[in-house]
């Protein structure tokens, strides 16, 4: 699943990508008013999967036709494409119902969720709020306003790449976050963050990825591209999500980036994980995930007799869920070669209680390759700082019982509403990593037994020396500066005087 550009049939019918985004966003303004934009994601992003089916399915139908010169019948066998579309479920005839276009809809889409049960059950059902049905809330000229919007742009494979499509689809979950922040962390996790942990852990060919927290899918995207080839990844990507219409966006949102055979699960992870072998949790060559931050009432007291044998280091308590979620990790993790990254509020490197024996235990295990501090401010909808650990049930025998400690915290680009990080901000934090080695202020290399209670990587990077200046040079400097506002006072009193607003 290389990276490419739109693919262009002609000069004068390009659509650029950020064309695209725009066009597909403007479905939000068709909706405004009945709809609140908190759940413009409930209508645009099925609507969207449904268009696009649709009309990668003209496409192999058209393919089918010349391939086998104009034979109708073999052109509509379900081997010739990707999906099955059943009778009157195809776009063409949403856009030529005049009335109950809401019910016409909902049934094109349900349609086509029971004809291909194996890949897209749940896909549509997931959406259960949205209410297409509800002519006080949809009327049918609203609705065909939005069919016809969307039916002036094609949106199949010969008119943009996959990449470029799922791209588009990860620009409306983020506009979606924008408007929605007080949740959008819980499903959104910046790009530039996901390319960072993808890189530090690295997935080759044939590796089995593994996200229990996966949202809409971008850590699996992101390792795919990775690996750099699509057909590599097939039946290796795995996912669960608690949330089931965003379980349903990560399944769309691997389709349209032209993922094939994965698996993603809906369900409760730390509960009641869907990916097991022989009564344990199934193990992966890569484990990673960006899990909601201090998750409360997520099973403590089930997770202190897991079934499952994750409590290795114990049992964090019911109003935080990082080290359960670091722990069921831990035990996806292959024996031999697995690794892990995994982002956790930084609350978790220096916790006491509970937390620090486990923190402890981790720190004897010498499954830590690296600690990485990041800038507040780069998830959405919390201002906590986060963190990266990087584990590896493999390290290098020159990294054997010691832990790469970077501060990244620095290392960022300032927006006015929220700081990010730049590729450029990415690669730097990477090439600390890989080089590693002691760098002044932004890292250390050090040895497990130095580790003193906590894992903050600013509590053992060299510092700077503090610049040394003669106590007779400061008393000149402060000499200085004192006649300097002395000088400033007269003037200031001077035009206050002048200007009548004091006298003397």
Known sequence: MKRKNVKMNNAQDVTTSEKLFNHLYECCNILRGPINQDEYKQYIIPI?????ISDVYDEETEKALKESGGDEEFAAFPENHSFVIPDKCHWKDIR?????????????????????PDVLNGVFTSFDDAVWSDKNKLSDERLKNLVEHLSSLKVGNNDYDADVMGDAYEYLIKKFADLSKKNAGEFYTPRSIVKLLVMLMDPKAGDDVYDPACGTGGMLIEAIHHINDAKKTYG??????????TSAIARMNLFLHGAKDFKIYQGDTLRDPKFLKAGKVKKFDCVIANPPFGLDKWGADVFANDAYGRNIWGAPSDSNADYAWLQHMVCSME??????????????LFHSGKEAQMRQKLIDSDKIECVITLVQGVFFSTGVSACIIL???????????????????SIYTPLRAQNIMTEENVNKVYSLYKNYEDVIEKCKIVDKKDIKDTLIPKNYIDK???????????????????????????????LLIEGGYVSE
Do not use: W
């Open 48 to 52: 969207l999967f449904f268009k696009r």
């Open 96 to 116: 030529n119902k005049s009335q109950n276009v809401g019910k016409a809809i909902i049934d094109a889409m349900m349609g086509i969720e029971k004809a291909n």
């Open 236 to 245: 290796h990507i795995y996912g669960q999500e608690k949330n089931l219409a």
């Open 335 to 348: 024996d031999k070669k697995g690794r892990l990254a995994i982002i956790l509020p930084q609350g978790a």
């Open 391 to 409: 584990l590896n049930n493999n390290k290098k025998p020159s990294h054997k019982n010691k832990i790469c400690m970077i501060d990244a915290s």
């Open 464 to 494: 700077k020396e503090a610049e040394k200046i003669n106590p007779k040079e400061v008393k000149k400097r402060f000499i200085k500066t004192y006649k300097k506002m002395i000088e400033n006072e007269e003037k200031m009193k001077k």
